[in-house]
């Protein structure tokens, strides 16, 4: 029975190769010979050799998950039967395979936050069609471990993440294709990658989600400064008229104000507005480790901010007083102003 909260095997994109234990090959096995059904039938039905059905019994080569599904419906097996007897899966390269994949896996929002980064990080030379994994670059080192930590929260099984080059961490193209057709996106190239419609319509109800996005959208894309800070925040940079839309209109639905601006370059931004900063602290902020130094810009521009909100209604009351009074003493205004 399938399950809503989970990522079935089946669900997988079909080209992904399963690797099955001792176990439950020797059951395929069995099967087949107790219904004695002959290699060539099963080859001849799915559409392949001879020899590679052998093959999968004997485990010298994996299976791909829609040849497997074809297989088990051949031999009328359950596709639950297979969680526990699945030692590995990959893709193209078994250099990124997960052994003993936690399947089936659990539907996170994190899931999306991860594609989110690989969206806001992404290039021409990163995740091609998902082919070869997310490569997550970034000059911060606290912003690596915090992308090496969303993927450990997941827990799929046991993988290597390779940080190869200093400065960036790759996500395996195994779990990349993986979510990839799971949540329908078609590209993780910042150029043209946007979030799917299934995703747009869940972030419509789901409010944690569309923190989330936002949380790997100040990450990657957003400001507040660096060496100094700035008077406004920035959530997002892109190139892509779509990505900023779609990011746009999660704000919307968070009831933010905010404008975008549209310099020659083509690199829009979308700032908040100073009215808006206090809920974009509350909501996304203090999601962020409190040393991150993007947490720290924020607080400080949130304190400024608030300083000056203090000294315009101080001004605003000296006003009233001024205007009723038709004078105002020095004492009054020491008085205030403490």
């Not at 010298?60 to 009328?76: H, P």
């Not at 990959?90 to 395979?97: E, G, I, M, Q, V």
């Not at 829009?268 to 602290?281: A, G, T, V």
């Amino acid at each position: 029975m399938e399950n809503s909260n989970v990522i079935n095997w089946w669900e997988l994109e079909p080209s992904v190769h399963l690797i099955l234990n001792k176990n439950f090959l020797l059951l395929l096995r069995n099967t087949r010979k107790k219904g004695y059904i002959k290699l060539s039938v099963i080859a001849k039905e799915i559409g392949i050799q001879e020899y590679s059905v052998l093959s999968w019994e004997r485990g010298s080569r994996g299976v791909t998950v829609g040849y497997l599904s074809k297989l088990l419906e051949i031999l009328n097996l359950s596709k639950s039967e297979l969680y526990g007897n699945i030692d590995a899966i990959y893709t193209a390269s078994k250099k990124f395979a997960i052994s003993f994949p936690n399947l089936p896996f659990k539907i996170k929002e994190e899931h999306i936050q991860i594609l989110a980064h690989g969206i806001f990080d992404g290039t021409e030379d990163h995740s091609k069609s998902g082919k070869i994994g997310i490569t997550y670059q970034s000059s911060k080192e606290y912003e690596q471990e915090m992308f090496k930590e969303l993927i450990l929260t997941c827990d799929f099984g046991n993988f290597n993440m390779n940080k190869s080059l200093q400065g960036y961490y790759r996500f395996p193209s195994t779990l990349t294709q993986i979510l990839m057709y799971y949540y329908n996106f078609n590209s993780l190239n910042s150029r043209k990658a946007v979030f799917p419609k299934m995703v747009m319509e869940e972030v419509n109800y789901n409010e944690r989600l569309r923190k989330l996005i936002l949380k790997a959208a100040f990450i990657d894309e957003g400001s507040c400064g660096f060496n100094k800070v700035r008077d406004n925040l920035c959530v997002v940079s892109s190139i892509n008229p779509v990505l900023i839309q779609q990011i746009s209109n999660i704000l919307e639905l968070m009831n933010y104000t905010y404008f975008i601006n549209k310099p020659k370059s083509g690199c829009e931004s979308i700032y908040l507005h100073s009215s808006s900063l206090p809920k974009f602290y509350k909501d996304v902020i203090v999601l962020l480790p409190k040393d991150y130094y993007k947490r720290i810009n924020a607080e400080i521009l949130l304190k400024r901010q608030d300083r000056e909100n203090s000294i315009q209604t101080q001004v605003e009351i000296l006003k009233e007083v001024a205007n009723e009074q038709g004078c105002i003493k020095i004492t009054q205004i020491q008085k205030m102003l403490k």
